[in-house]
């Protein structure tokens, strides 16, 4: 079984000696920029801050929706004012009119792990399947030229389409990068209003590391998208690999996105994601419908070690295991993963919980993935 440390969140003690500590606490001139780190003057930052009036919880969350879900243009390799046509739409990662059509009930509904308003733990929810794994990417030109040889012909694994599938996770999550950094600096912001300067400084310290590891990741995600357009202005997908595993049976769970390559599929170790000093290789999954079944697709850039590991340890499970231990591994690393009203409600209590203990761990620790006994889906490799 893979390790799912008892605290989602990983805990660093810090003492007064901490160089973040330290700065806050010494005597500044109101000029001088802000202990915090948002760029400002300490005067029109933290200067005062405890005895500013708090935001409510349901002020900050609206907000900060706001901030996070802004349009930020169309993200075509050659978009600009004059190929652009059309408004930014909501573009679907996980095809409306395929895998999703697939698992959405007759109310018109998905379900996913959402995190409660109140900042609980994730549940399994029903989101409408329009709103499901959308983001607003592209105008509705380049959504729809783009994207054509995966949205209107049936999927075949040919190499283009794999890596076009790869090139939407990848706008997908620097998108969201970019949100939670924006996000992240607008909690700065207000997020420690009317408190004691030493709940300050714990909140903002938390706040800065999360902010830099972020901004290496987008960094990281930026890189690899450069590559991807570079590709698909070309119209050469060479400097990428894919692999595709078809299956039958019934698509009750599907999934897509780009993740760092931590740990391969049987446990072993690959980089120490808590080093920032050290790039991270990255691998694109997605699931998608055919006439029998589905097909789970990876893709990763060519020379790149780490995610072929992961690819070739996911190929060396048995074959009546790998749809099983790849909806753990998808529930674990990925937010953008869907599944059926009617497969939910069919596993047991036991199933239910591990599953919610998944989706809740921002972090784990290795371990080998193993299949239950009984099957989580039924998909038959072929």
């Known amino acids: 079984m893979i390790d799912i440390p008892p605290n989602p969140f990983r805990v660093f003690e810090v003492d007064n000696q901490h160089p973040f500590v330290v700065d806050a606490l010494r005597e500044r001139k109101h000029y001088e920029a802000c202990w915090c780190g948002s760029g400002k003057k300490y ?30 243009g ?8 004059d190929t652009c046509r059309g408004k930014i739409i909501d573009a679907h990662t996980i095809q409306r009119k395929g895998p999703l059509e697939r698992i959405v009930s007759s109310s018109g509904h998905v379900m996913q792990f959402q995190v409660t308003q109140e900042g609980g733990a994730a549940e399994a929810k029903p989101i409408s399947w329009r709103k499901a794994s959308v983001f607003p990417g592209f105008c509705s030109f380049h959504d729809s030229s783009l994207f054509s040889p995966i949205e209107r012909s049936t999927f075949t694994g040919d190499h283009k389409q794999c890596v076009l599938h790869a090139f939407r996770n990848v706008c997908n999550e620097y998108y969201r990068k970019q949100a939670l950094v924006e996000s992240l600096e607008f909690q700065r912001s207000v997020i420690d209003r009317g408190m004691e300067i030493d709940r300050q400084i714990n909140i903002q310290l938390s706040i800065s590391g999360n902010i830099e590891g972020q901004k290496k990741s987008l960094e990281e995600n930026g890189n690899y998208r450069d ?20 299956f039958n049976g019934k698509l009750d769970v599907v999934s897509s996105s780009i993740i760092h390559c931590e740990f391969d599929f049987r446990g072993n170790k690959l980089i120490d994601m808590w080093d920032i000093s ?44 790998k749809g099983d231990i790849f909806v753990q591994y998808c529930l674990v690393n990925c937010e953008n ?31 080998a993935y193993t299949a239950n006994e009984q099957r989580l889906v039924d998909w038959m490799m072929v």
């Open 227 to 246: 590559i991807l357009e570079e590709a698909i202005r070309r119209d050469n997908y060479d400097n990428f690999e894919s692999a595709c595993y078809f």
């Open 337 to 367: 993963t869907f599944f059926s009203h009617q497969w939910w409600d069919a596993l047991d209590d036991n199933k239910q919980k591990r599953l919610q203990e998944y989706a809740n761990a921002t972090y784990y620790e290795g371990g």
């Open 43 to 72: 005067k029109k930052c933290h200067r005062g801050r405890g005895e500013e009036q708090p935001y409510t919880l349901g002020k900050i969350l609206n907000l900060q929706r706001k901030v996070f879900w802004r349009k930020r």
């Open 74 to 81: 169309c993200m075509h390799p050659l978009a600009s004012v």
């Open 278 to 321: 050290k790039d991270a290789e990255m691998l694109s999954h997605t699931v998608v419908n055919t006439d029998g079944g589905g097909a789970i697709i990876f893709v990763w850039l060519k020379g790149d070690p780490h995610p072929e590991r992961v690819v070739e340890s996911f190929d060396d499970l048995p074959d009546d295991e």
